[in-house]
């Protein structure tokens, strides 16, 4: 089985707090895999690590066996293409538009591709999230769950190969939710590797292949999906262990 980011030895303190301790994980390729975990338990902060937005105070975080925080520009950039994120607070820019938003990631790794093909690209994520409204308005005009939808469109522009989703159907109805759980396995079925937060243990059972329960920022139990499908009590310990 092959290894899309390992995290070695892990600690993160921020301001005079350890947030995560000692903590390693191969990720595999080609895999979803769930962080899960009550509130505050430091899923966000590995899921930040994981993808290189944070640098550890100790160990490192290794992507295809390189070292995320030792790349250079190039390099970095690649892996940036290659990896999106949505994050819990979808962190839509406040003072750009959404056509711009996302446009913003094909005119940075794709510089030759022409604006019709960035038009047609955007409006065919756009309409496979389920957003109908006008993309010539800023963020603070969307719902939650609207910010949701464009912050996971955003993160599809580039057709991502390692997908990193911090609680991403927070807010969204039934059947948004379920638009963007397909576009998950659309993309998981191209090889795409998945590490995602979610409180939602449907979407927990019908997504994740390894499930990682995170408390106090150290991993405190990891369960393929075969384990918790064979296991009701362990189905049932898993959505006690997410409640605060
Ligand atoms: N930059 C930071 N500085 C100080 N404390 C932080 C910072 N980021 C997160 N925390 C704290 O770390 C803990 C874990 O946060 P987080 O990773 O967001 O948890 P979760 O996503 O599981 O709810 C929380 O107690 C939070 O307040
Ligand atoms: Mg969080």
Known sequence: MSCIVE???????????RLVRSLSFHFEEGKTTALIGPSGSGK?????????LVTPNEGEVLFRGRNIAR????????????????????????????????????RVHFPAMSKAERERRIESVVTEVGYKKDLGIRPALLSMGEQKLLAFARAMMCRPQLLYLDEWTESLDQGAAQRLVNMVKNLK??????????????????????????LEGQIFLRLTKEQIDGDDDLGRYIEKGMAT
Do not use: C
């Open 71 to 106: 790349m250079g520009r190039q390099e970095n950039l690649m892996f940036r293409r290659e990896a999106a994120v949505v994050f819990q607070d979808s962190a839509l820019w406040e003072n750009q538009n959404l056509f711009q938003t996302l446009e913003l990631p094909l």
């Open 189 to 214: 079925n191209r090889g795409a590797s998945v590490i995602f937060v979610s409180h939602d243990i449907q979407i927990i059972r019908d997504l994740a292949d390894i499930v990682v329960m995170i």
């Open 44 to 52: 966000s902060t590995v899921l930040k690590l994981a993808a290189g």
């Open 7 to 17: 995290m070695k030895d892990i600690s993160f303190s921020a301001q005079n707090r």
